[in-house]
C-alpha cells in the first residue's frame, strides 16, 4: 500500500495510516474528526475535507452514523477488497 500512497499528499497519506492502525483492515474508526486531528496535530478542518476527498477517491468508506458524525473505515484503495454492497450498519464481532 505505502507505494500508492506516495501520490497523496502528506496530511491524506497520515490520515489513511492513521485509519489503518485504529481500524486495520475490516474495522471501522469510531472517533471524531475531532479526535482523529488532535491526534494527527492537524485543524479538524483540514482533515475533514481530506477525509470527504479520500472517501471521493475509494481510499475510505462510510460505515454508519451517529446523529451527525461520520464513521469511516478504509475503503478499496486501500485495502484492495472489492465493495460489492455498501456496508449500511455496524459490523458485530
Given at each position: ?10 496530511l ?15 474495522c ?65 464481532a
Amino acid at each position: 500500500m505505502r507505494w500508492l500512497l506516495s501520490g497523496l499528499s502528506h496530511l491524506k497519506q497520515n490520515a489513511v495510516m492513521t485509519y489503518a492502525i485504529l481500524g486495520g483492515l475490516e474495522c471501522s474508526v469510531e472517533r471524531t474528526a475531532a479526535a482523529l486531528a488532535g491526534l494527527m496535530g492537524v485543524p479538524a478542518p483540514h482533515f475533514s475535507r481530506a477525509r470527504r476527498e479520500l472517501e471521493a477517491e475509494g481510499w475510505l468508506e462510510h460505515t454508519h452514523s451517529e446523529g451527525q458524525v461520520k464513521f469511516y473505515r478504509l475503503g478499496e484503495m486501500a485495502t484492495g477488497r472489492e465493495v460489492v454492497v455498501p456496508l449500511r450498519n455496524r459490523t458485530t464481532a
